[in-house]
């Protein structure tokens, strides 16, 4: 069983910055691929970014590269999302995700554990 906590959401003005953190259990998270989705109000659930085991391949929607970094330290169990140049757009509850087999899929039922979710609100 893996547990997923993210953090670090909040309000920030178009433009800024964010650093979102997802605390993972377990003893095996350096095996498993990580992801970030968001899902915003009156829209269906984004793959976001997606970062295999070792951290060597990465994989990020067309709206947000450029602007979010996906990273991982495995020695923390953590997975990062570094959010920059905010945009309203980017307004939505965030989720990590754990796929066990340890590769990226951007398809949100292919994970296997989720987050509760952190909420990142952009303001105009």
């Known amino acids: 069983q893996v547990q997923l906590v993210e953090s670090g959401g909040g309000l920030v003005q178009a433009g800024g910055s964010l650093r979102l953190s997802c605390a993972a259990s377990g003893r095996t998270f350096r095996c498993h691929g990580m992801a970030w989705f968001r899902h915003a109000p009156g829209k269906e659930r984004e793959f976001v970014a997606g970062?295999?085991?070792?951290?060597?391949?990465?994989y990020y929607s067309e709206s947000v590269k450029g602007r979010f970094t996906i990273s991982r330290d495995n020695a923390k169990n953590t997975v990062y999302l570094q959010i920059n140049s905010l945009k309203p757009e980017d307004t939505a509850i965030y989720y990590c995700?754990?796929?066990?087999?340890?590769?990226?899929?951007?398809?949100?039922?292919?994970?296997?554990?989720w987050g509760q979710g952190t909420q990142v609100t952009v303001s105009s």
């Open positions: 995700a754990a796929e066990l087999d340890g590769s990226v899929r951007t398809i949100g039922r292919a994970y296997d554990y």
């Open positions: 970062i295999n085991r070792s951290g060597g391949l990465t």
